[in-house]
């Protein structure tokens, strides 16, 4: 495999197995992943994290410096460390017996294996997925809090005007896991924390980051499966039937694959590994990835790449653009094919 190459274009291409992927009369499933804050994707994170508390350190040294000789009280920049979002750990830190879905444990010769653990308290991670029938994307599904996509929420109050139904009707407070603050309130919806933990989703969750993709060439079964699915989810979802869930994990990673996926390709990974607490065992972005890295080198008829717009503004204005289109029925062209020559 050739090293990684980051572009500002609209998608580059990773070579893998030597396999170019042809359209013509061909099915399409296409898994993107916002995993950007582990040496997964960017070997360098680590490196670029200490060099940002250096310079946050430095500054802070700065103010505190100023405000003792001009008397002033300027508020003073702070630098935690994260711990990694994403590493080994040994299986004997794990707490099977607190779990009995957590997975087995290994040992070799006395030697403890290896887990994986996602801490998703320093960065949840993003898991998006489409479809793709020849060179048209046909369907898109990115599920995420509706409180935390601003544009998302516009959308929804703008739904619910003249609906006999407001909002503050479908949105479940009694839910709420903590008290909200006037200013957590928009018409009616409590954007506070505890409604991103649980609250009503939306199935085209803004996408700001930097994506790693595979697109792999599935059956035209798997594709319709797929699909259907997919639509299914999204209508629940839209619908406020179906909610977002961090504790019971039906989140974006776990929807993707369980729900919407399942069984239509049986042997691509679920993307489980410890999450949160070394107790339990959880489909997640970062695992997921991590996996689909491992199938691809292995796999046949799977391409990989990666969309880089330069910066978040742009990033998200890119794949709203895209969502929309696939919402609206448009079916527009695969943003990873290479671009139409005039």
């Known amino acids: 495999m050739t090293d990684r190459v980051i572009t500002t274009g609209i998608a580059e291409p990773i070579e893998n197995n030597s396999y170019t992927i042809h359209v013509e009369d061909a099915y399409f499933l296409v898994l993107g992943f916002e995993v950007n804050k582990s040496p997964l994707t960017n070997p360098n994170f680590e490196e670029d994290m200490k060099k940002k508390q250096i310079e946050i350190e430095m500054k802070a040294k700065q103010i505190e410096e100023r405000n003792k000789k001009e008397g002033r009280s300027d508020p003073i920049p702070t630098f935690e460390m994260p711990e990694r979002v994403y590493s080994s750990i040994p299986a004997i830190y794990a707490q099977p017996h607190l779990n009995p879905y957590a997975y ?30 020849g060179e048209r994307a046909t369907t898109f599904f990115s599920f995420g809090p509706l409180v935390s996509d601003p544009h998302r929420l516009e959308e929804y109050i703008e739904s619910q005007k003249d609906s006999p139904r407001r909002a503050t009707d479908i949105y479940a407070q009694r839910y709420a896991l903590a008290s909200s603050q006037p200013q957590d309130m928009i018409d009616g919806i409590n954007k506070g924390e505890a409604n991103r933990i649980r609250g009503l989703g939306t199935p085209d969750y803004r996408i700001p ?66 999450a ?53 029925g448009n079916n527009p062209r695969d943003v990873l094919l290479p671009e139409e020559k005039e």
């Open 209 to 274: 980051e930097k994506t790693f993709l595979f697109k792999k060439k599935i059956s035209e079964e798997a594709y319709h499966q797929i699909k259907a699915q997919a639509e299914k989810n999204r209508a629940e979802i839209i619908s406020g039937s179906k909610y977002y869930n961090v504790i019971f994990n039906n989140t974006c990673a776990e929807e993707v694959r369980n729900d919407v996926i399942g069984d239509a390709i049986p042997d691509l990974p679920y993307g489980r590994s410890l």
């Open 104 to 133: 087995p444990y290994v040992y070799d010769e006395g030697v403890p294996s290896k887990e994986t653990l996602h801490r998703a308290q320093e960065d949840p991670g993003h898991t998006f997925m489409y479809l793709v029938k």
């Open 276 to 328: 949160v607490l070394t107790s339990i065992s959880a489909i997640n972005p970062y695992a997921f990835y991590d996996q689909m890295k491992q199938y691809a080198a292995k796999t046949r008829y799977i391409g990989e790449f990666v969309v880089d717009k330069g910066d978040e503004k742009t990033t998200e204005e890119f794949w709203r653009k895209f969502m929309d289109e696939i919402r609206e």
